[in-house]
């Protein structure tokens, strides 16, 4: 089946501690995508890739790192820097090339500092 | 930053009545998409309208898309209970997509 797979579905950290969130897709798409969601909040940018070995910063990009080293994986990483990181994170992905351009998300990870 | 943001924040209606919610963004876009969420999952593409397009449907979706007034609605007609969920238009610039903080929509029995 195609699609998106994030890991793990529901993550606990402690505070000062790094933690990746894992996110693969068999879709071939170009472009990947992470947003933060906030409870009763809409998804907010964090990074986006549309090639690989090659991203940019979203809106809030701070306290987050990324790595784009093969097509079908995304990665990213909540460090220390990040003042508040408990949140739903949501992994998208889709085409560049037209009329391709609606994004297929997965299924998201719940991270919690404790 | 929010580039779009939805009206009204929640909505409760009927089943069986027809739901509205509307999305004005700032600048312009390349299209326009409407996502559903249900609670706690990951977002579902519902329908996509480019720039050069008015309006659009699928089954009991209709989308319109006014860039003059940087604005669009999404109608869902004869609502049922399983549309209970949060809406949410993305705009899409520059390989950017934007979403808006959504619609929290509950059909009542």
């Known amino acids: 089946d195609g699609g998106i797979t994030q890991s793990p579905k529901y993550l606990f950290r402690k505070e000062g501690q790094n933690v990746t969130l894992s996110c693969e897709q068999n879709l071939n798409h170009d472009a990947m995508y992470w947003y933060r969601q906030d409870p009763g909040q809409g998804l907010r940018l964090i990074y986006y890739s549309q090639i690989v070995n090659d991203f940019q910063k979203g809106d809030i990009a701070e306290g987050y790192s990324v790595s784009r080293e093969k097509k079908e994986s995304f990665p990213l990483t909540v460090t220390s820097a990040q003042k508040n990181p408990t949140a739903f994170y949501l992994c998208a992905s889709r085409g560049l090339a037209y009329p391709y351009n609606e994004q297929f998300f997965g299924p998201g990870t719940r991270l919690t500092v404790l | 930053s929010q580039q779009g943001e939805e009206d009204p924040q929640a909505l409760s209606i009927q089943e069986g009545e027809n739901a509205t919610m509307n999305c004005s963004y700032k600048?312009?876009?390349?299209?326009l998409q409407w996502y559903r969420q249900n609670s706690g999952r990951g977002l579902v593409h519902l329908i996509l309208i480019r720039s050069n397009e008015r309006e659009k449907h699928s089954g009991r979706l209709r989308v319109t898309l006014d860039t003059s007034k940087k604005s669009s609605s999404l109608l869902i007609t004869a609502s049922r209970a399983a549309d209970t969920a949060s809406y949410f238009c993305?705009?899409?610039?520059?390989?950017?997509?934007?979403f808006g903080k959504g619609t929290r929509l509950h059909i009542l029995p």
């Open positions: 993305a705009t899409d610039r520059d390989d950017k997509i934007i």
């Open positions: 600048t312009s876009i390349n299209n």
